[in-house]
Structures are given as structure tokens and as C-alpha cells.
């Protein structure tokens, strides 16, 4: 139930992208290429251009409205799993903890709790870098 709110909630995000800012990241990425390669050129780094015109190419050919939205769902799509798979291990760690401390042994205890520390972190950093996309999304 609750990965079926997450998932509604995280699907209704996607669809308020808008095709501004899928345009506008096309354009950025265009110019930062352009910029690199005109530095490149002042330098005559022959291998650098040769690999910025490459990828100038890519993003006039490649780069999109569609893309940008297909990039930005499987980001959050992949997000969203980290973040359930997360809420599993901690919940899995807390009910082991439950058990090692009825069992009072300590060093057991310790080495669950610095992995449940752990798991914790790194959903914490999960749902920050979740919320950080979906901002810079709907922007």
C-alpha cells in the first residue's frame, strides 16, 4: 500500500515536467559543449575537438523533449525502487535488532545497529536526491 502511494505520488510528479525546461536542458548541455569546444580550439587540442563535435552531434541528434523526460522517469523509477529496497533492509534490521536484544547479546546488538545506521543513511540520501530531481523537474 504504501509503495502504491510512493508510486502515484512519484508518477504525478513526472507528468508536471514541462517542455520549457526539457528544452531548456538541450539547450544547456549545447552550450556548455560549445563553450568547451571553442576553449579547446584557442588551445588546438585536436583529440578534445575531435570528441566535442562527437558529442555536439549526439545532443543535436539525440537530444529532445522525450529524452529528457525518459531520462528524468528512470532516474526517479530507479530512485523510488533504492528507496523501497531501503525501507525493506531497515525494517528487516529492526526486527532482527527486536530479537538479538531479547536474546540480550550484545555484540550481536552493536554490529545490527551500525547496520541499520548505515541503511538509514543512505535512504536518508535516497529520498534527498528523489526530492532534489523532482524539484529540478518541476521547475
Known amino acids: ?3 502504491e502511494v510512493i508510486s502515484l505520488v512519484v508518477f504525478s510528479s513526472l507528468s ?3 517542455y520549457a525546461h526539457a528544452n531548456q ?3 544547456i548541455r549545447r552550450a556548455e559543449i560549445e563553450q568547451e569546444l571553442h576553449i579547446a580550439q584557442q588551445y588546438n587540442n585536436v583529440s578534445k ?3 566535442l563535435k ?3 552531434s549526439e545532443v543535436n541528434a539525440h537530444c529532445s523533449h522525450e529524452s529528457v523526460c ?3 522517469q528512470h532516474e ?3 530512485l523510488h525502487n533504492k528507496i523501497a529496497d531501503k525501507n525493506e533492509d531497515i525494517q528487516k534490521l529492526t526486527n532482527d535488532l527486536r530479537h538479538v536484544e531479547a536474546e ?4 550481536k546488538a552493536a554490529k545490527i545497529r551500525h547496520k541499520l545506521d548505515k541503511k538509514q543513511d543512505e535512504l536518508l540520501e535516497a529520498q534527498q536526491k528523489l526530492d532534489a530531481a523532482l524539484r529540478e523537474k518541476n521547475r
Do not use: F
Not at 540480550?104 to 555484540?107: G, P, Q, R
Open 1 to 3: 500500500m504504501k509503495r
Open 16 to 18: 508536471m515536467i514541462n
Open 54 to 56: 562527437e558529442a555536439l
Open 49 to 51: 575537438i575531435a570528441g
Open 76 to 78: 526517479i523509477r530507479k
Open 104 to 107: 540480550e547479546n550484545s555484540d
Open 25 to 27: 536542458d538541450c539547450d
Open 70 to 72: 525518459q531520462k528524468t
